[in-house]
């Protein structure tokens, strides 16, 4: 169970205030489960997690080894909710430099159509010259422009190397199951594809064949992943204080109310950066609306220590913190002992890597609160497969029950649709014109 540590808040919230919103907690959480909120037709991946894998998951498998068989290379295409989520697991499970040495049968994992920089396509076409290589294309309205102009291209890229009908073996789109411009593509050109149900909105949608489908091809055991949400699902539908979700959520809602409108998500883990980039996107695009939401912001320990240190130590007093534990590795790496000590290290010798870690990790939690931030530590315990698809189900139910306390609809993102809106008319899409 992911253990919420919240002994580092008190010197900002006093418990009788927590316990007070014990009813409140409640009913967002009825409400969420009830389904009797706000974009309550949205409550699709409340069931996504499974013990025994569907017809679906089984046919992602059998892609996903079709495409390890035959890629070097596996390009994800997709923005937003269709695409952080799968890069946030490849990366806290398998490092941040997880393509380096992989090939066919363990393809690299790239990704395009998340922003529009020709620098980083002309980088990923260099990095597909000569290779083997599949495509994933992800879109549930399969209208957004960025993940649009990367199909078009990497589909001609893959229909001149492999023929039209080589192509079709290597093209997988990930979409609405009848709508949209994906799917009618998908339909006609006779492309494999998977399913975005209707009733899951893009951020909360990695347990789908968003998610499922890369990190089977990357070798991650999605039966894990859904096991380990399965828990999740289970373990934290208790209604009561001692469920670690009621006190992320109310707690962070507390400190909210008690003019903490920051929350900087961060862990001591570089794999961890892109899981921070999920988070933002799931709490962002689900509270900052009407007016009200805590922006969310990512950081990585010790590193940014070092360019954000100052900032979060005696900066403006609006922020708190929740950090992200997990337990050390088995592989430990040692300190040694150098004769000449001209660097002063010796005091540390036969100490290992971890241990250093976790005295920075208090140092910083102590100097963080002694400075006025409050700070909510997250333990996840070991972290494997299982842990992962934990992580995605418990966070995501700590936001629909946050957004619900914060009075808000979790699962619109009405600012976004006018931004793309926005974009469709400057680019003058037909249809579009002022
Ligand atoms: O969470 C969301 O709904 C958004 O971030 C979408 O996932 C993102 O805009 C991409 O949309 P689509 O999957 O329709 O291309």
């Known amino acids: 169970m992911i253990k919420v540590d919240i002994s580092n808040v008190w010197g900002q919230l006093a418990l009788p205030d927590l ?5 409140e907690v409640a009913d967002a959480h009825n409400t969420l489960t009830d389904g009797t909120g706000a974009g309550s037709d949205f409550l699709g991946w409340l069931n996504l997690p499974v013990r025994e894998p569907s017809e679906e998951v089984i046919r992602i498998q059998k892609a996903a080894q079709k495409i390890r068989k035959n890629s070097d290379a596996f390009v994800v295409i997709g923005i937003g909710g269709s695409y952080l989520g799968p890069r946030a697991a490849i990366e806290l499970l398998q490092g941040p430099n997880h393509n380096i040495g992989k090939g066919k049968g363990n393809p690299q994992i790239f990704f395009a159509g998340n922003g529009l920089s020709t620098r980083h396509w002309n980088e990923l076409t260099r990095l597909l010259e000569d290779k083997d290589f599949s495509i994933a294309i992800i879109s549930k309205s399969g209208t957004t422009t960025e993940p649009a102009i990367a199909t078009r291209a990497l589909r001609w890229m893959l229909e001149r190397k492999y023929g039209t009908d080589g192509a079709k073996e290597r093209i997988f789109a990930i979409t609405d199951p009848c ?13 494999e594809t998977f399913v975005i149900p209707p009733n899951v909105g893009g951020r909360f949608s990695v347990l789908t064949a968003v998610g499922l489908l890369p990190l089977a091809v990357a070798g991650i055991d999605i039966v894990q992943v859904l096991n380990g949400a399965a828990d999740a699902k289970e373990m934290y539908d208790l209604r009561a204080f001692e469920n670690p979700a009621w006190q992320y959520a109310a707690v962070r809602n507390l400190l909210y109310r008690n003019g903490k409108s920051l929350e900087l998500f961060e862990s001591f883990e570089p794999g961890f950066k892109m899981f921070g980039g999920w988070w933002q996107q799931l709490f ?16 990585e320990f010790t590193a940014d220590l070092h360019s954000l240190g100052q900032m979060i130590q ?16 088995e592989q430990k790496y ?21 241990f250093v870690d976790e005295k920075a990790f208090l140092g910083t939690v102590a100097a ?9 530590i997250m333990d996840a315990g070991e972290l494997n497969d299982r842990k992962v698809g934990e992580l995605f189900y418990f966070l995501e139910l700590c936001c629909g029950i946050s957004a ?17 809106r926005n974009m469709f008319q400057l680019l003058g899409k037909p249809g579009y014109e002022k």
Do not use: C
């Not at 962002?284 to 950081?299: L, M, N, Q, R, V």
């Not at 963080?368 to 909510?376: A, E, L, Q």
């Open 334 to 354: 040692t300190i040694g002992s150098d004769w000449k000590n001209l660097d002063g290290l010796n005091y540390l010798e036969g100490k290992t890597l971890d």
């Open 404 to 420: 619900y306390i914060l009075g808000v609809n979790p699962f619109n993102q009405p600012g976004v649709e006018l931004y793309k």
């Open 179 to 191: 709508k949209g411009a994906l799917r009618q593509m998908a339909t006609e050109e006779g492309w």
């Open 19 to 23: 316990l007070a919103m014990e009813e």
């Open 284 to 299: 962002g695009e689900s509270e900052g609306k009407d007016g009200k939401g805590i922006f969310p912001a990512t950081a």
């Open 314 to 329: 005696q900066g403006q007093r609006n922020m708190f913190e929740t950090m992200v534990r997990f337990d050390a590795p």
């Open 368 to 376: 963080h609160v002694d400075g006025g931030v409050p700070v909510i």
